[in-house]
C-alpha cells in the first residue's frame, strides 16, 4: 500500500513569489493534516480536514497561507507571497475516520522543503 | 494550552546498549494518548509506540517500551539492544482525547540520538 505522498521534496524560491505544496494522502483515509516543522523543532499543526472540511485552521496564518482539499482526497498549500521566516519543512499526514482513538494513527508524508531566499 | 517538554537535544548510546530519553508534559485534561515518533533523515515520521492515559500498564513494542508516571506528568522511552538504524530524531507527542480537540498532535522539541558502533 502507498503512502502519504508529497510534492516537490525540495523547493528553493525569492522571497514574495508563491508556493504550492502538494499532498496525497493513503486511499480511504477521510482526515488530513498539515503541520509546519522549523529546522531542529517538532512539527506544529496548521490545518486538519475531514474530508472536504477544513475543522481547525486555527494556526493557519490566513493573510498568506492558504490550503484546499478538492474532492475530499488530494490536498494543495498554497503561500502567497512567501517571505524569509517560511524557510521550513511542511509535513503531510492522514488518518482513516475521525480523529479520535489511540489507534487512529497518523501517517506522515515525507514533507517538502521550502527555501525562501 | 498542553506543552511537551524534551530536555535532552541530544543524546548518544553505545551499539546494543540501552538508553532512555526524557518527556514530560502538561494538561488539565484526564485523558489523552501520548506517542513517541521517530524521524530519521529521510525525513518520513514514524511511530514508534503509543499509550493510553487511562491505562497503567507501560506499553512495550520489542525493543521499545515506556515508563509513564500519569502523575508526574512523565513519559520516558527506553530504547533496549541499541542499532544502528535506531539513529534518528525522536520526538514525544501528545493527543486529546476530548472530541474537540482530537487530531491535533503536541510534539516536543525533539531528541537527536546518535548510536556508537
Known amino acids: 500500500e502507498a503512502g502519504v505522498v508529497q510534492s516537490p521534496r525540495y523547493k528553493i524560491i525569492e522571497k514574495k513569489q508563491p508556493v504550492a505544496f502538494w499532498c496525497n494522502p493513503i486511499?480511504?483515509?477521510?482526515?488530513l493534516y498539515w503541520y509546519l516543522q522549523n529546522l531542529g523543532q517538532g512539527p506544529e499543526l496548521l490545518i486538519r480536514?475531514?474530508?472536504?472540511?477544513?475543522?481547525?485552521d486555527s494556526q493557519l496564518p490566513k493573510d498568506r497561507f492558504s490550503a484546499e482539499r478538492l474532492k475530499g482526497v488530494d490536498s494543495t498549500l498554497k503561500i502567497q507571497p512567501a517571505e524569509l521566516g517560511d524557510s521550513a519543512v511542511y509535513l503531510c499526514?492522514?488518518?482513516?475516520?475521525?480523529?479520535?482513538?489511540?489507534?487512529?494513527?497518523?501517517?506522515f508524508g515525507p514533507g517538502t522543503r521550502l527555501t525562501v531566499l | 494550552a498542553q506543552t511537551v517538554t524534551q530536555s535532552q537535544p541530544e543524546m548518544s548510546v553505545q551499539e546494543a546498549e540501552t538508553v532512555t530519553l526524557s518527556c514530560t508534559y502538561d494538561?488539565?485534561?484526564?485523558?489523552?494518548?501520548l506517542f513517541w515518533y521517530k524521524q530519521p533523515p529521510s525525513r518520513q515520521m514514524i511511530l514508534v509506540i503509543r499509550?493510553?492515559?487511562?491505562?497503567?500498564q507501560n506499553a512495550t513494542e520489542n525493543r521499545f517500551s515506556v515508563n509513564f508516571q500519569k502523575a508526574a506528568k512523565s513519559f520516558s522511552l527506553k530504547i533496549s539492544d541499541s542499532q544502528l538504524g535506531d539513529a534518528a530524531m525522536y520526538f514525544c507527542?501528545?493527543?486529546?482525547?476530548?472530541?474537540?480537540?482530537?487530531?491535533?498532535?503536541?510534539f516536543g522539541q525533539g531528541t537527536t540520538l546518535q548510536v556508537k558502533p
Open positions: 507527542a501528545y493527543r486529546s482525547a476530548f472530541s474537540s480537540n482530537t487530531g491535533k498532535l503536541i
Open positions: 486511499s480511504g483515509h477521510n482526515t
Open positions: 499526514a492522514s488518518s482513516l475516520g475521525v480523529a479520535s482513538g489511540p489507534y487512529n494513527e497518523q501517517f
Open positions: 494538561t488539565s485534561e484526564s485523558d489523552y494518548y
Open positions: 480536514y475531514e474530508n472536504e472540511e477544513a475543522v481547525d
Open positions: 499509550q493510553e492515559a487511562y491505562k497503567q
